[in-house]
């Protein structure tokens, strides 16, 4: 008569070494230093919101009296201003020293990297003040031939007033920062699919512009996205050169009511409105771009497809 072994589990359970986890109780694992975390929150957020309500300081009265205001709303539209154009003209430039440093010419790279390394290493407000003082340096700005005639001239002052500077300033900024981020996104896509697209007779440049970009912009946009919230924020450094953007127009107001803690909190209540907006204007982007239906693309590409009729064996 044959036996035939039990499992090694069996086995186990027998010789006491294995216990089946059925009908056990479950204990929940212990945290006792999330309560006390929590409860330090707890008491910080309490003292907090406690100092907004009961401080007289804040007199939320001259808040809302000027949450609206003409001249506050005139400086919130001039940020807004500042903000899209410096983020349009820094994307344009970006995307041309980003496509510069990929490219196979070695002067091209090296321009491109000249003026990454200036710009990002320069700050922002010491270029807004150096393009306003450019009269210092060029009196006339002059249109003609290197060396020779000229065409046409301008005084420096008109041309560069404090709202052409705050421009330049950001702008090129954010060029450099664009640069190297839609770089990584180039490099990003497969560049099977450029030689798969050079291959069948498109040019580089169609092939960038039809291919590349758009696969490398599903990449780009959450930094870009940053970067836009970024220079919401980096507007305020304008209001040195008297540029009447938000910050400026809340200064300009208390200068007069001499009530400073109210007017710097219309300026944050409108800070935190707009940043909270182009939040969720970017998760709304990235949500799209990230929505792909690939299954339904490859149908559509084979129903385009025709196929030869099949003959029989001979």
């Known amino acids: 008569m044959m036996t035939i072994a039990g499992s090694p589990a069996d086995q186990a359970a027998q010789d006491g070494g294995f216990r089946s986890a059925e009908g056990v109780r479950k204990v929940p694992l212990r945290h006792p230093w999330w309560w006390v975390g929590g409860a330090l929150l707890i008491l910080i957020i309490g003292m907090f919101a406690q100092l907004l309500v009961t401080n007289r ?39 041309l020293l980003a496509v510069m440093r990929l490219s196979a010419n070695p002067l091209f790279r090296a321009v491109s990297w000249l003026w990454l390394w200036f710009f990002r290493g320069v700050p922002p407000l010491v270029q807004m003040v150096f393009w306003f003082n450019l009269a210092t340096l060029l009196p006339k700005l002059k249109l003609g031939v290197p060396y020779g005639p000229v065409f046409a001239s301008w005084d420096t002052n008109t041309v560069i007033s404090a709202f052409t500077a705050a421009i330049l300033g ?44 758009p696969q ?49 909190l219309v300026a944050t209540i409108w800070y935190l409105v707009l940043t909270t907006l182009l939040t969720v204007a970017q998760q709304q982007v990235e949500k799209r771009l990230k929505t792909t239906h690939p299954q339904t693309g490859a149908m559509k590409n084979v129903k385009r497809l025709r196929f030869l009729p099949s003959f029989g064996k001979a």
């Open 57 to 95: 300081n804040m007199d939320w009265s001259t808040v809302l009296e000027y949450l609206f205001n003409g001249e506050i709303l005139k400086g919130l539209l001039r940020t807004l201003e500042l903000t899209v154009l410096a983020m349009v003209i820094g994307l344009a430039l970006g995307i």
């Open 170 to 213: 950001l702008s090129l900024t954010e060029s450099a920062y664009a640069a190297e981020m839609i770089r990584a996104g180039i490099q990003a896509v497969s560049k099977g699919q450029t030689e798969a697209a050079l291959s069948i007779g498109m040019s580089r440049f169609q092939v960038m512009r039809r291919v590349v970009l």
């Open 216 to 264: 490398a912009l599903r990449i780009v946009v959450p930094p870009i996205g940053n970067d836009l919230i970024s220079m919401l924020k980096f507007t305020s450094l304008v209001s040195v050169l008297a540029t009447p953007d938000l910050l400026y127009s809340a200064q300009m107001i208390y200068s007069r009511n001499y009530k400073t803690i109210p007017l710097l």
